[in-house]
């Protein structure tokens, strides 16, 4: 079992980027996932939430900025986040709920 994500780098102020989250070794589409990140020296917190029948929420700092989706043919969820912000860097995680199954981190940097 694994969850892969990646998409990450740095980018400008206003800037996109669109990370992913690849699971191999089991089926994911039953399962609720959420990303989440964790900037330096502080907790890790929720970003946005797909459902299994794909229903979203976010936080409230990245509603209309962010968006969360997934491809269940190819056991993928997606965070495309445009108009970043500085204060959006941090290491960005996928979580599968129900199966404790976190990712490794991709790096989110942004920065003029």
């Known amino acids: 079992v694994q969850l ?3 998409g990450g780098g740095l980018v400008q102020p206003g800037g996109s980027l669109r990370l992913s989250c ?3 070794g089991f089926t994911f589409s039953s399962y609720t996932v959420t990303w989440l990140r964790q900037a330096p020296g502080k907790d890790r917190k929720l970003v946005a939430i797909i459902t299994s029948t794909g229903t979203t ?3 409230d700092s990245v509603k209309g900025r962010f968006t969360i989706s ?3 043919t190819k056991n993928t969820v997606y965070l495309q986040m445009n108009s970043l912000k500085p204060e959006d860097t941090a290491v ?3 979580y599968v709920h129900e199966t404790g199954y ?5 790096q989110v940097t942004v920065s003029s």
Do not use: F, M, P
């Open 4 to 6: 892969v994500e990646s």
């Open 22 to 24: 690849v699971a191999s």
């Open 57 to 59: 929420n976010y936080v």
């Open 70 to 72: 997934r491809d269940n």
């Open 92 to 94: 960005y995680y996928c």
């Open 102 to 106: 976190w990712g490794q981190g991709t």
